[in-house]
């Protein structure tokens, strides 16, 4: 399913996908999860060079837990198998884990849902203090001096509001979708968390 202007917003392929991230008994599932990941992509291609290290990031951590999810998908069809796989061969904290890739895929989404959320809330901000203030609540306390250093340099380069609304609007309701993806999304983000939390994962910080 290929997102275009004909469809509605940017936003509403990734909302209908999001129909089909739990299974009938409420697990939450691989692939479909991951589709609506990378359903968001073209979401964060119209920020530009802005956000180019969060999309080379999210692109990153989907191919890894899209490629173990291949190497099985009967397998690792529930979403967190992989990972607890992991944690029970003690390779969950190695740097190229699946288990890195979920949670920083997860604090990436978090941070992206924040910064649709501040573009709501508050009309009057510019596109990067809206960015900014999106950062500091989200992934700012587990990136070290480095990143941090270059994520704030990336916001500099943010886009003109008004375009980048006009532009993800296509021919839909732009402010709805966007609220219907902050209220939709956050739960399987939260539920990501959790279960990391579980295995004692979800405070890894940055190298």
Known sequence: MEPSAAQGTVFAPSLEGMKHVRSDNGEMLTKPFLDVCKLILPVIDKFGAAMALVKSDIGGNITRLE??????????????TMVQEEVDAKTAKGSSSCANGLLWLTRAMDFLVELFRN??????????QACTDSYGKTLKKFHGWLASS???????LAPD????????AGT????????????????FLEENHKFLASVGLDDMKAS
């Open 161 to 168: 509001r008004k375009k980048f609304m006009e532009v993800i």
């Open 67 to 80: 490629t173990k999810y291949l190497s099985d998908p009967s397998k690792y069809n529930q979403f967190y």
């Open 119 to 128: 573009l709501l809330a508050h009309p009057d901000w510019t596109m990067s």
């Open 172 to 187: 839909g309701d732009v402010a709805a979708d966007m609220e219907e993806f902050c209220t939709t999304f956050p739960p």
């Open 150 to 156: 270059s994520f704030t340099i990336a916001m500099k």
